[in-house]
Structure formats: C-alpha cells, structure tokens
T-cell receptor
Framework: AQSVTQLDSQVPVFEEAPVELRCNYSSSVSVYLFWYVQYPNQGLQLLLKYLSGSTLVESINGFEAEFNKSQTSFHLRKPSVHISDTAEYFCAVRRGNDYKLSFGAGTTVTVRA | DAGVIQSPRHEVTEMGQEVTLRCKPISGHNSLFWYRQTMMRGLELLIYFNNNVPIDDSGMPEDRFSAKMPNASFSTLKIQPSEPRDSAVYFC???????????FGQGTRLTVV
C-alpha cells in the first residue's frame, strides 16, 4: 500500500518570497512522483514529475522538487513566488507497476502582494 | 489536441434524479480514470478503464454509481438516484500506454439539492 502526506494544508506567502511545500510518501517499492497544480475552478495540471535519474526536477515556471529516497520525500520549492502561483498543489505517487495515482490532501498556496 | 473534455461543467439536480457525466479522453490514450474531489475526502479514484474495459471499480461508492466506456473516445459516469452527499467535483483523466502521469479534464461540479 502507499499513502501520501502533505504536511501543510494552507501556506500563505508574500509575493517574491520563497515557498516550500512538503510531501512525504510511504511505499515499499519504487515509485514515480508527481506534483500537480489546480487553479481555481480548473482541472489538475502536471507541474513536474520524477521518474528516474537526477533527483532534482524542475518545471518551466520556476518550481523544483527533489526526490529524497532515504527520507521518502518529494518537497516542492520555488525561490520567488508570483501572485499567479496562488493555487492548490497536490503531490501524487504511483508505484512502478501500478496504474493508480495516489494523491495527497493538497496544499493551498495563497500569494499576497 | 483539445485535452480531456468533460460535460457538463456544472450540474445542479434534485435528489433522486439521474445524473450522467460525460468524458472524451485524449485521442490515442487507452487508460481512463474517473476521480471525485470533495473537501472531506480529497481526490478519490472511482474507476479505471484500460482499452475500454473496467479494470478496477473498487472506488465506486455504491450501486447507485455506474460507469461505462462503450468506445475509446467516450465514457460516462451515472448516478441513479442521486443524493446530496454526491455533491462534488468529478474529474475524468486519461493516459497513454506506458505513460506514468494522467491528464485531467476541467471537471464537472455536481450539486444535488
């Protein structure tokens, strides 16, 4: 079985400040890891993913996440946020031989000027 | 490609009525998922189809819920009879063979009064 824990449900942050969203997972087998973003009244969009190789993955809009196998974590970071980053962020895990995506409860990021 | 298309975007219905949600997956994708999103339970996988065949429906809450995929380009999720506790956002997602992430539609916001 696998579960995904997002440790923060709400993260308020000022514009141009850094942000970190924490994600931990439990799995006894190799996994694929994802961060999805959901803007208000929208569907989920893939932000970035870790499949294999370099443990640091980046998105095109400045987010990055680092896979830490020993700590079973996949925290998401951005060094300087914009108002437009206000959204809900979901961490998701998929076992290597499984079709299911298991989602965390989500973290709502609110960026204020 | 237009992405995963869901209809309607919003549905308000009275308790006891039948509700049908529709989904058109991305062309060429052979996996299709129905998810339900609520504040209390987050994102839950309801059912998974592969090559139009239901593989896992263990997430379907009860017999009032049913899903079909008559062909590779169309799926429906039906609730009969609907109840207020079915109020949620229902997402359809699709994935191509061998890919790890799912591509989500915009969702259908269902309100049962």
């Amino acid at each position: 079985a696998q579960s995904v824990t997002q440790l923060d449900s709400q993260v308020p942050v000022f514009e141009e400040a850094p942000v970190e969203l924490r994600c931990n997972y439990s799995s006894s087998v190799s996994v694929y890891l994802f961060w999805y973003v959901q803007y208000p009244n929208q569907g989920l969009q893939l932000l970035l993913k870790y499949l294999s190789g370099s443990t640091l993955v980046e998105s095109i809009n400045g987010f990055e996440a680092e896979f830490n196998k020993s700590q079973t974590s996949f925290h998401l970071r951005k060094p300087s946020v914009h108002i437009s980053d206000t959204a809900e962020y979901f961490c998701a895990v998929r076992r290597g031989n499984d079709y299911k995506l298991s989602f965390g409860a989500g973290t709502t990021v609110t960026v204020r000027a | 490609d237009a992405g995963v298309i869901q209809s309607p975007r919003h549905e308000v219905t009275e308790m006891g009525q039948e509700v049908t949600l529709r989904c058109k997956p991305i062309s060429g994708h052979n996996s299709l998922f129905w998810y339900r999103q609520t504040m209390m339970r987050g994102l839950e996988l309801l059912i998974y189809f592969n090559n139009n065949v239901p593989i896992d429906d263990s997430g379907m809450p009860e017999d009032r819920f049913s899903a079909k995929m008559p062909n590779a380009s169309f799926s429906t999720l039906k609730i009969q009879p609907s109840e207020p506790r079915d109020s949620a956002v229902y997402f359809c997602a699709s994935s191509p063979q061998g890919h790890t992430e799912a591509f989500f539609g915009q969702g259908t916001r269902l309100t049962v009064v």
